[in-house]
């Protein structure tokens, strides 16, 4: 497993490794022992998995509040997705920043997102499936979004969403002032 630096501080790409032969491959997803010697949250209580059935489908941008802040590793098992993290934590050096990075069933990366980051995905092929492993349980009352399209963030999107849910379109522009991550 080896860790790629991101521009933002605590966050990472990570290469699972794939072991590849005649019969396909072999690839360790989670390794507590590997994320403790790297200092990363290894305590992972859901798996969770998301399909999107239609190319451009976005979700997000999404993050809890304290006490039910989420760290996340995020990896793309079919399709391609546009993944995309903004650092929300107001003491960080790289608060009201974002990275993004293709996760596809090809390249095999894997995005770990630090707690006090939102995060967000584009699917970039139909039948688009991730999984993540999230170190907090959902808290629907601490939950918060960002609007996907916030000028102050100019997240370059591959395109305009031909899906988005109400509840994501409605979020509210990011106000650094007034975060509370």
Request: charged share 25%.
């Amino acid at each position: 497993m080896q860790l790629i630096d991101t521009p933002l501080e605590g966050s990472f790409l990570i290469d699972p490794w794939k072991k590849k032969d005649d019969r396909g491959f072999f690839s360790r997803l989670l390794c507590t022992d590997a994320f403790k010697e790297n200092g990363l949250e290894d305590n992972f209580v859901q798996v969770n998995h998301s399909f999107s059935k239609t190319a451009g489908t976005l979700r997000g941008l999404h993050y809890q509040l304290p006490p039910f802040e989420e760290t996340k590793v995020v990896k793309c098992v079919r399709g391609s997705i546009f993944d995309v993290i903004v650092d929300v934590r107001p003491y960080s050096k790289t608060f009201g920043k974002h990275f993004s990075a293709r996760l596809d069933e090809e390249n095999g990366l894997m995005m770990y997102v630090p707690k006090g980051f939102a995060h967000g995905f584009y699917s970039l092929e139909p039948n688009t499936e991730i999984i993540y492993f999230v170190s907090q349980f959902y808290a629907p009352e601490h939950e918060r979004g960002i609007r996907w399209n916030d000028p102050m963030l100019s997240i370059e999107w591959p395109g305009k969403p031909a899906v988005l849910s109400e509840k994501d379109a409605s979020h509210p522009n990011f106000k650094a002032e007034t975060q509370t991550v």
